[in-house]
């Protein structure tokens, strides 16, 4: 065994053996202890709704809620989803729920995966390096929000954020008496100050058991940063630090004794606990918040989940004899974009895969239904080879490009050319949880169109049972169908993707059988829309029986129950409204291999997690790779969504192959979460099935019971593989290596004694270059397990947030048997630009009234100049952040050769204020401010104009004259800040004044030479508005004094003020900006 492998092993006895946790608890916290999962939930929950509250505010819409830690998932999304068309569907908070669940589960995972790294934790001191994963996750889930790939962007922020919330349990940052955030930590362009040396003593041994002022007091008043120092193996520690402390933290032992860790109530300074815990979610807070203002507010939605409705995805087959599939697919996508646009049922995204041969792809993936629309309709059907197509490699690509648990339709009528990716497709459908669904056209008997030289020539095609079984076993193994339907027929068939692309639709009950059967499933009050589809061949008969003993056979196009379609294998079963609820009945009669799946729509739904308990230093559970061990135990962490609270009585594991039925024990832990553990799992292939309600009623139509089934299948198996993750991003032009673990068991545990060879898969989506073995062997003496490595290179020219899914196999010598682990990666470039972009306000003007109730009828203008630095990524978005005005920008080159983008900032006087968000292309975002306060002018009024000049200028010398003016800035106004000649050569005097009205009034008073004829004076009010009073002298004439009724005011074009006289103008130059 290499030295490599003796050292994991030796980790992970230690890790085995060792007591309490080292960190915030993962998952689930002790009582009245916070768990990391909650951190990031509440977090989520707060920042989520204060963004749905801004987006309502700019609509003019009511929002319901506060925002405080009492916020739950389902109260959030119901808000959050509130709209005019909310009655006509049922709200669903499935997906909001399951992509939360994939951030906390990622959160959790790098006590896994990083339990001894002191950066990941805070500990040792590590500040540096602490901030430098922040700084690098940040950037990297900027890049995929901004490239959309939401999947690893959920993955790479709850990494993070475990990181960012330890800070606050392992440092000293609480007991220096904050109240806020270490924002630094979030801003790397700001240094880390004043922090502990490493030759400066930080603590003292703790008093016997008390362990709560064991911080030195020196290092408390001059509020030096520390964090306690932790070993699992070794207790040295530089002399005078603090330790983590726990059982499992030897340095703890050595003087100074003790630790400084609040990750539960029960650790060294546990009575900071729900302290530091609190300062973790608002540092959350945020943080996320930085992540919205760089991707905007629809994708920051997008990136916690908050949907109504599943992705639109097509995976279709564009060879010559696809024409009319390829014209049903565009029709129903229409619709249905149609239908929903501008509602909350509304796709999120939209996903095309188009396959031929050899060719698959471009996939496109957009946010925008008319790009979708343009081009799907730019497929055209054309060419094809031989008979089988490239459908699993289409298959694939969309497996990985879409959501989880979304819904796939793959448009075919050809075999697939690339079977051998079955294995493959199978992993990622387990990993994605995603249904699939293929509409199979002319099975068995197509004929093909091929395009040759310009002319049409028909080939006869024929998929055969095994080609069309390939595609019944995936469908199965995801939850989906296998329709097979004549293509005059395509168009009855198509009313799945309709039924299925709301996430509020959930399948009650799905099962496959080749023999006569009776299947029961209950039918609960949040129901609607039911529908019952069964496919099998024409002989099939079928029987309904409602929970009050009314029937319907299949010979019944409208019985009483329900209206029933036909399309090729398919019978569409739709329920009528007034269903009864209760336990029903169908019986199918075939001997034939059939399907029957019932689905509706409800809020009432649930997520599942394959999780499995880790003893010793990271006391929890953790995500599961790859499948269940047949024999052994398993346990999933089940949550229920559409509710508050629930009555959940049953969960079991079923396969109908036996049939068996594994029941679980449930652990409650929280209203609607549950740890649901199985014992002695057989081999075999099972799905989830849920039961609550009132378990105590006898009566077949009550309506307290419902029931849920998961789609997708869990398979088990006797192999299990386990890679070893230490990063999850990448730099382009780097290559990174994953060890990887193959292990035999019996029972649910190793089998140190088999032996055998296995074949290796290793796959990734991106075709990026990598390095695989092709089989693995377990020798004798090695304890069962085989140990290797996979390598993957990412290209020096791939973009920073392009993700990337690694998959890799192992399959027995007889080819029974096999597991897999999914990887996600991201790349992500070197964080070089860490600065902001910069705001210089040019000016804001304006004609405000300061009545109002007359704001409507007045404009104001805010003009503001960005730049990136000449050394900067430049600028990539500017975007009104608060305001309700038009914004336009325009580029032009600074003096330097910096590149300068001048916003134009409009709006109503009654929005008077406004915050421009400026992001430059790594994501660095700055906020520029400008609010009208004051933007009118002073105003100028001539008091004295007295000159004895003479006609001839060679005699101006020895003769003056004087101009004086009353300046004051309204009794509204901010005050004037000076008076200054502007033009002119004489002397100036002023002197202030208290008007009738109490105003202050400077009286400003020049004097100069005839021969300096003209004076401009500049006055400026303490809002940098300025007004230029003009003066000029006459021949030999004494002019009285201006009075106020001598003078009229008049309107300008820029909304000021100038006297009629022509003798004043003003302009308005703002030079305050206002930053936050």
């Known amino acids: 065994m290499s030295t490599k492998w003796s050292f994991l092993l030796l980790l992970a006895v230690v890790l085995a053996l060792t007591g309490r946790t080292q960190s915030f608890k993962p998952l689930f916290a002790s009582e009245n202890s916070i768990s990391h999962r909650s951190i990031t939930i509440r977090a989520v929950l707060r920042k989520t709704a204060e963004v749905c509250q801004d987006i309502a505010a700019a609509e003019g819409r009511d929002f319901g809620l506060t925002i405080d830690d009492g916020l739950t998932i389902e109260r959030v999304h119901q808000e959050c989803s509130s709209s005019s068309d909310i009655s006509s569907s049922r709200l669903s908070s499935f997906l909001f729920h399951a992509f939360i669940a994939d951030m906390y589960l990622s959160n959790a995972h790098v006590d896994l995966n990083f339990p001894l790294s002191a950066e990941h934790h805070f500990d040792d001191e590590g500040f540096q390096g602490g901030r430098d994963i922040i700084t690098l996750g940040v950037s990297a889930v900027k890049s995929n929000v901004k490239m959309e790939n939401f999947i690893i962007g959920r993955l790479n922020l709850g990494a993070l954020l475990h990181t960012l919330q330890d800070f606050y349990s392992h440092s000293n940052w609480v007991e220096l008496g904050n109240t806020a955030p270490y924002n630094v930590l979030i801003t790397p362009n700001q240094p880390l100050e004043n922090l502990a040396g490493t030759d400066i003593p930080t603590c003292r041994n703790c008093d016997e058991e008390i362990c709560d002022d064991n911080i030195l007091p020196n290092v408390l008043e ?18 005078g630090k603090c330790s983590h402390g726990g059982t499992a933290d030897r340095t703890s032992r050595k003087d100074p004794m003790g630790g400084i860790n609040k990750d539960d109530i029960e650790s060294s300074h546990g009575s900071l606990h729900n302290q530091a815990a609190n300062l973790a979610v608002t540092a959350t807070m945020e943080l996320l918040e930085d992540i919205r203002l760089a991707g905007g507010d629809k994708n920051f939605l997008r990136l916690m989940g908050l949907s109504q409705s599943s992705v639109l995805c097509y995976v279709i087959d564009t060879t010559g004899s696809m024409a009319d599939d390829i014209e049903e697919a565009k029709r129903v996508a229409f619709e249905i974009i149609d239908r929903r646009r501008g509602t909350t049922r509304e796709p999120p995204g939209y996903i095309l895969v188009p396959f031929n041969d050899p060719a698959v792809g471009p996939v496109l993936v957009t946010t925008d239904a008319d790009t979708f629309k343009e081009r799907i309709n730019e497929l055209t059907a054309f060419g094809g080879g031989d008979n089988p197509e490239m459908s699993l490699s289409g298959l694939q690509l969309a497996l990985i490009t879409a959501p989880p648990s979304s819904e796939i339709f793959v448009f075919t009528d050809a075999p697939a050319k690339d079977a051998h990716l079955k294995s493959t497709i199978t992993a990622l459908i387990e990993s994605m949880k995603s249904v699939v669904t293929f509409l199979l056209t002319d099975v068995l008997s197509s004929r093909r169109k091929r395009r040759r030289q310009g002319e049409m020539s028909r080939v006869r095609r024929v998929v055969s049972q095994a080609d069309a079984q390939l595609y019944r076993d995936l469908a199965r193994a995801s939850g989906g169908q296998t329709i097979e339907v004549s293509k005059l027929d395509l168009a009855l068939a198509t009313s799945v993707i309709e039924d299925s692309s709301d996430s509020a639709t959930v399948t009650i009950f799905q099962e496959v059988s080749s023999e006569p059967e009776n299947f029961l499933f209950t039918i609960d009050s949040s129901l609607r829309n039911i529908i019952i589809s069964i496919t099998g061949n024409s002989a099939l008969t079928f029987n309904l029986t409602s929970s009050t003993g009314v029937s319907q056979n ?7 129950l329900a209206s029933l379609s036909l399309a090729g294998n398919l019978r569409r079963l739709r329920l009528n409204n007034n269903s009864e609820t209760g336990l029903w009945e169908i019986s199918i009669d075939s001997d034939d291999p059939y ?9 009432l739904n649930f997520i599942y997690n ?5 003893e010793g230093l990271h006391a929890d559970f953790f995500l599961k790779q790859g499948r269940p061990l047949s024999g052994g135990n398993a346990t999933i962490l089940v949550t229920v969504t559409g509710t508050d609270i629930v009555n959940l009585t049953e969960v079991t594991l079923y396969d109908n192959s036996g049939p068996t039925d594994v029941n679980g024990t449930l652990q409650s832990s929280g209203a609607t979460d549950f740890l649901v553990t199985f014992n002695e799992i057989p081999a075999g292939d099972f799905v989830v099935r849920l039961k609550g309600g009132d378990s105590n009623s006898s009566s077949r139509s009550t309506s307290s019971r419902f029931q849920r089934q998961a789609s997708t299948r869990i398979m088990t198996s006797n192999i299990s593989v386990v890679a070893q993750v230490n990063t999850t991003n990448i730099e382009p032009g780097s290559t990174i290596f994953i060890p990887f673990t193959v292990t035999i068991t019996t029972g649910g545990v190793t ?18 270059n990598f390095s695989s073995p092709g089989s693995v062997t377990i020798e004798a003496d090695s304890g069962g397990k085989a140990n290797d490595t996979v390598s993957l290179t990412v290209p020096e020219s791939a973009p920073s947030g392009t993700d990337v899914t690694l998959t890799i196999e192992a399959e027995n010598a007889a080819a029974t048997e096999i597991n897999f682990v999914v990887l996600r990666f991201s790349v992500a470039a070197k964080v070089t630009d860490v600065t902001g972009p910069v705001c210089q306000v040019v000016r804001t003007f304006g004609n405000c009234s300061f009545n109002s109730a007359r704001c409507d009828s007045s404009q104001w203008v805010f003009v503001v100049e960005v730049t990136d630095r000449v050394d900067g990524t430049g600028i990539d978005s500017i975007t009104v952040r608060e305001g309700n005005g038009t914004l336009n920008t325009s580029i032009m080159v600074g003096e330097g050769g910096e590149e300068i983008t001048e916003a134009f900032y409009q709006a109503s006087c009654c929005a008077d204020r406004v915050e421009l968000s400026v992001v430059d292309n790594v994501g660095n975002v700055a906020i520029c401010v400008g609010q009208v306060t004051d933007v009118l002018p002073p105003v100028c009024q001539e008091v004295s ?30 005050g004037i800040d000076n008076i200054t000649i502007h033009e002119g050569n004489g002397t100036l005097n002023t002197t202030t004044v208290v008007g009738p009205s109490g105003e202050n009034t400077i009286v400003a008073s020049f004097r100069a030479s005839c021969c300096a004829n003209r004076v401009e004076l500049s006055a400026v009010d303490k809002a940098g508005n300025e007004v230029i009073c003009v003066g000029q002298a006459r021949e030999s004439t004494t002019v ?18 100038m006297f009629s006289t022509s003798h004043c103008l003003w302009i308005t130059v703002v030079s305050f900006p206002l930053w936050r």
């Open 751 to 768: 089998n140190e004694n088999a032996t055998g060879t296995f074949t290796v898969r290793a796959t990734n989506d991106r075709s990026f």
């Open 595 to 603: 399907s029957v799946k019932v689905t509706g729509q409800s809020p």
């Open 945 to 974: 104009r007295a000159t004895n000049c003479p006609s001839s200028s060679s005699l101006c010398d020895s003769f003056q004259w004087e101009f004086v003016v009353n300046v004051t800035d309204d009794i509204n106004g901010v």
């Open 610 to 614: 394959l999780v499995e308990a880790h």
């Open 222 to 239: 001059d509020r030096l940063l520390t964090s306690g120092y932790f070993n699992l193996f070794f207790s040295e520690k530089p002399d």
């Open 554 to 560: 299949s010979s019944e196009s409208s019985g009483p």
């Open 1040 to 1057: 009285a004094p201006v009075t106020t009724a001598n003078v009229t005011n008049e309107e300008t074009n820029t909304g000021g003020q």
